[in-house]
């Protein structure tokens, strides 16, 4: 699931960093494409919890 995430965050492209500030250097870009990759990560897992949960 984290690969998943990481292949999935690489096709967000932002100028942008979490704060809403003008990305001026790469740790910008790679904060926001990290907390993609750590979002669908958890949202894998929470997934993966609730169909065990209900099988």
Do not use: C, E, P
């Amino acid at each position: 699931m984290a690969a998943g995430g990481i292949l999935i965050s690489m096709f967000f492209s932002t100028q942008y960093d979490m704060r809403g500030d003008k990305a001026i250097d790469s740790s910008a870009v790679i904060q926001v494409r990290g907390m993609v990759a750590v979002n669908i990560t958890i949202f894998g897992w929470l997934a993966a919890a609730l169909v065990t949960q209900l099988l």
